[in-house]
Nanobody, 127 residues
Framework: QVHVVESGGGLVQAGGSLRLSCAAS????????MGWFRQAPGKEREFVAA????????YYADSVKGQFTISRDNARNTGYLQMNSLKPEDTAVYYC????????????????????WGQGTQVTVSS
């Protein structure tokens, strides 16, 4: 199994940027597809972005397309979510998730497809 820990959240003004990191330990991270999700108060957890373990395929929620960029560095066992032009509505707890797959290009967008989750990191965007 793999253990993931998010970091990089914080308080930022609208229009600012943050980069979240997802550090993985345990089994070989390079065979795990990765996703980012977020959950705002009173709302359900929603998909944000996903990346295949090869790094060659990515997919974004429409709400963040062109604003967020997902990436990974398998040599460092770390995934990233670069968030630019942040808006108050981006305020949420952001979660990293990992799923083992034998398919290099596979990506997953549903929360229940992921087995391993981090504890979350709070992102607050002030207006």
């Amino acid at each position: 199994q793999v253990h993931v820990v998010e970091s990089g959240g914080g308080l930022v003004q609208a229009g600012g940027s943050l980069r979240l990191s997802c550090a993985a330990s345990g089994r070989t991270f390079s065979t795990y597809a990765m996703g980012w999700f977020r959950q705002a108060p009173g709302k359900e957890r929603e998909f944000v972005a996903a990346i295949s373990w090869s790094g060659g395929n990515t997919y974004y929620a429409d709400s963040v397309k062109g604003q967020f960029t997902i990436s990974r560095d398998n040599a460092r066992n770390t995934g990233y979510l670069q968030m630019n032009s942040l808006k108050p509505e981006d305020t949420a707890v952001y979660y990293c998730a990992a799923k083992f797959t034998a398919v290099p290009g596979a990506i997953f967008t549903a929360p229940d497809e992921y087995r391993y989750w981090g504890q979350g990191t709070q992102v607050t965007v002030s207006s």
